[in-house]
């Protein structure tokens, strides 16, 4: 039996023990609090070691994979834990995807176990008759047809620590905004990361007072890793949210005092659009490290963040995949728009189409050297894996350039580009001015067909409340965006939408605004 107190820190995280041994030290410490469940860390650890007797039972072996499809819950934490120390490989599924596409994950990423909550039954039941090499299949929170109960077969086995930990993986899927999604896999674990270790330097957690709060959900690779992970590596205990709402999030750090969390761009956007009076309702004034990633953030939305909580917003760049830059608040402040410069250790170019590597100041695609261990590939996908690489370097699609100081603005994504007359536009450049009209929540600039041009820039709006779209409205934001960009940058037209397609990590899904501008149209 391994003793969890007999065994050093960096000993316990090499074995997927980390929370074994807070465990050992401080046992009755909050570790998550839902409101499905609370469990301290004592209860986290017997709780997945039970879950890997469990799955044992059922004939999986170190390096089989786990499919997790689980709202934010106890349940779903205690499934991480129990594969970081059984050696298994970990797919949580998006749950927000069609049944269809969550029964591709579960059968592609070879799950010989599948965990589900209740309340995804309708998506579960399909991935479960089409996944092939599932063993076992556990309902978490209630029955669902064909799976059997999660509580009962984990109370059944010993809650003590396993004698043979080994540490496991996680293979997440990107978000598959162009084809089928695809599992970022590593055959070995990559060294630690620079970006990591940045994180936790500026983080300063303390676990006799710190508490973090989990705002997305934890399918994701972001808040998987650094709003759960982080802290509770660091015995620091999490709320989980099980639907991210402004005022909500505010209520929360006030009732808890929280200090730390992850969220996306979006996220500082909509919380700074609650009224005056309602955000003052709220003691916010524990949060000392905001971090955000994911996507590019609006200038005016953190520098006004910036102005309101203080130096405490943190930024990072970086993927599923890997690469990595970090940008503290006071030198976002000297460099606003930027997302950092590379951490120790990473090595990132700025490239052409021909892979030639430009200038600074020059626009291109970003490419990150990868690791000597630990690269990833897609998982059964040899060609996408080709498609991203250029020797040893590997880009995420995202362009920008580096400034004389070293610093990373990104403009876009490649596939994204506006070509007009020629000339590349970046969209998201665009987007950042249009949202600082008043009446606009939301926005997805995309290029439309030109017979002259090839295309003409088209800003997509959503409003905010009190606002009626019309030719009025629209013409006083081109008239406003007028005197903020370069003339071939502004948009020709504007439409109003009552929602826009964005993705849970706060990425607009720009593809999904543009194609019904484009039916019937070759996109150049």
């Given at each position: 039996?391994?003793?969890?107190?007999?065994?050093?820190?960096?000993?316990a995280?090499?074995?997927?023990?980390?929370?074994?041994?807070?465990?050992?030290?401080?046992?009755?410490?909050?570790?998550?609090?839902?409101?499905?469940?609370?469990?301290?860390?004592?209860?986290?650890?017997?709780?997945?070691?039970?879950?890997?007797r469990?799955?044992?039972?059922?004939?999986?072996?170190?390096?089989?994979?786990?499919?997790?499809?689980?709202?934010?819950?106890?349940?779903?934490?205690?499934?991480?834990?129990?594969?970081?120390?059984?050696?298994?490989?970990?797919?949580?599924?998006?749950?927000?995807?069609?049944?269809?596409?969550?029964?591709?994950i579960?059968?592609?990423?070879?799950?010989?176990?599948?965990?589900?909550?209740?309340?995804?039954?309708?998506?579960?039941?399909?991935?479960?008759?089409?996944?092939?090499?599932?063993?076992?299949?556990?309902?978490?929170?209630?029955?669902?047809?064909?799976?059997?109960?999660?509580?009962?077969?984990?109370?059944?086995?010993?809650?003590?620590?396993?004698?043979?930990?080994?540490i496991?993986?996680?293979?997440?899927?990107?978000?598959?905004?162009t084809?089928?999604?695809?599992?970022?896999?590593?055959?070995?674990?990559?060294?630690?990361?620079?970006?990591?270790?940045?994180?936790?330097?500026?983080?300063?957690?303390?676990?006799?007072?710190?508490?973090?709060?989990?705002?997305?959900?934890?399918?994701?690779?972001?808040?998987?890793?650094?709003?759960?992970?982080?802290?509770?590596?660091?015995?620091?205990?999490?709320?989980?949210?099980?639907?991210?709402?402004?005022?909500?999030m505010?209520?929360?750090?006030?009732?808890?005092?929280?200090?730390?969390?992850?969220?996306?761009?979006?996220?500082?956007?909509?919380?700074?659009?609650?009224?005056?009076?309602?955000?003052?309702?709220?003691?916010?004034?524990?949060?000392?490290?905001?971090?955000?990633?994911?996507?590019?953030?609006?200038?005016?939305?953190?520098?006004?963040?910036?102005?309101?909580?203080?130096?405490?917003?943190?930024?990072?760049?970086?993927?599923?995949?890997?690469?990595?830059?970090?940008?503290?608040?006071?030198?976002?402040?000297?460099?606003?728009?930027?997302?950092?410069r590379?951490?120790?250790?990473?090595?990132?170019q700025?490239?052409?189409?021909n892979?030639?590597?430009?200038?600074?100041?020059?626009?291109?695609?970003?490419?990150?050297?990868?690791?000597?261990?630990?690269?990833?590939?897609?998982?059964?996908?040899?060609?996408?894996?080709?498609?991203?690489?250029?020797?040893?370097?590997?880009?995420?699609?995202?362009?920008?350039?580096?400034?004389?100081?070293g610093?990373?603005?990104?403009?876009?994504?490649?596939?994204?580009?506006?070509?007009?007359?020629?000339?590349?536009?970046?969209?998201?450049?665009?987007?950042q001015?249009?949202?600082?009209?008043?009446?606009?929540?939301?926005?997805?600039?995309?290029?439309?067909?030109?017979?002259?041009?090839?295309?003409?820039v088209?800003?997509?709006?959503?409003?905010?409340?009190?606002?009626?779209?019309?030719?009025?409205?629209?013409?006083?934001?081109?008239?406003?965006?007028?005197?903020?960009?370069?003339?071939?940058?502004?948009?020709?037209?504007?439409d109003?939408?009552?929602?826009?397609?964005?993705?849970?990590?706060?990425?607009i899904?720009?593809?999904t605004?543009?194609?019904?501008?484009?039916?019937?149209?070759?996109?150049?």
């Amino acid at each position: 039996m391994t003793a969890a107190s007999s065994l050093s820190f960096e000993d316990a995280a090499s074995k997927g023990m980390i929370v074994a041994w807070h465990a050992a030290q401080t046992p009755d410490r909050l570790a998550i609090s839902s409101e499905k469940g609370n469990r301290s860390f004592s209860e986290l650890n017997a709780q997945a070691n039970r879950l890997v007797r469990v799955l044992r039972g059922a004939g999986l072996q170190s390096g089989d994979g786990v499919a997790l499809l689980c709202i934010n819950r106890p349940e779903f934490v205690e499934t991480v834990m129990a594969c970081q120390r059984a050696g298994f490989r970990m797919t949580p599924v998006n749950w927000h995807l069609t049944p269809a596409e969550v029964a591709y994950i579960v059968d592609d990423c070879e799950a010989k176990a599948l965990i589900a909550d209740i309340r995804l039954a309708s998506s579960a039941t399909p991935a479960a008759a089409t996944g092939s090499g599932l063993r076992i299949k556990l309902a978490v929170g209630g029955p669902i047809e064909g799976f059997t109960s999660y509580d009962t077969l984990v109370a059944r086995e010993s809650g003590a620590n396993i004698d043979d930990p080994v540490i496991g993986s996680q293979m997440l899927y990107t978000s598959g905004t162009t084809g089928h999604p695809k599992g970022v896999y590593r055959g070995s674990a990559p060294a630690a990361s620079s970006l990591f270790s940045k994180m936790v330097e500026t983080a300063r957690f303390n676990n006799a007072t710190d508490l973090a709060v989990v705002t997305g959900p934890l399918y994701h690779a972001a808040p998987l890793s650094l709003n759960l992970l982080l802290p509770l590596s660091a015995g620091v205990g999490t709320i989980l949210m099980d639907k991210w709402d402004a005022e909500e999030m505010l209520r929360l750090v006030d009732r808890h005092r929280i200090t730390h969390t992850h969220v996306v761009p979006t996220m500082l956007h909509r919380i700074l659009l609650l009224p005056p009076e309602v955000r003052a309702k709220y003691d916010i004034s524990t949060l000392r490290w905001i971090l955000h990633g994911a996507a590019p953030c609006p200038v005016h939305v953190k520098r006004e963040t910036i102005e309101w909580l203080g130096p405490v917003v943190f930024e990072y760049y970086g993927a599923t995949e890997g690469g990595g830059v970090f940008v503290h608040p006071d030198e976002w402040l000297e460099k606003p728009g930027s997302v950092g410069r590379p951490t120790e250790g990473v090595v990132l170019q700025i490239q052409d189409e021909n892979g030639k590597e430009l200038p600074r100041g020059e626009i291109g695609t970003v490419y990150f050297k990868a690791p000597e261990t630990g690269r990833f590939e897609y998982f059964k996908a040899p060609e996408k894996t080709a498609s991203v690489y250029r020797g040893d370097f590997f880009t995420m699609g995202d362009m920008g350039y580096v400034d004389e100081d070293g610093f990373l603005f990104l403009t876009g994504r490649s596939a994204e580009v506006i070509i007009s007359g020629g000339v590349n536009i970046y969209p998201a450049e665009i987007d950042q001015e249009i949202l600082q009209h008043p009446s606009v929540k939301d926005v997805a600039t995309v290029g439309v067909p030109n017979k002259e041009w090839g295309e003409e820039v088209k800003a997509v709006v959503q409003l905010n409340e009190g606002y009626e779209p019309g030719e009025a409205l629209a013409k006083d934001i081109l008239d406003f965006v007028a005197t903020r960009l370069a003339a071939y940058k502004r948009p020709r037209s504007v439409d109003f939408a009552d929602d826009l397609p964005r993705l849970t990590t706060g990425k607009i899904v720009r593809r999904t605004v543009r194609d019904r501008y484009w039916q019937g149209e070759k996109k150049i």
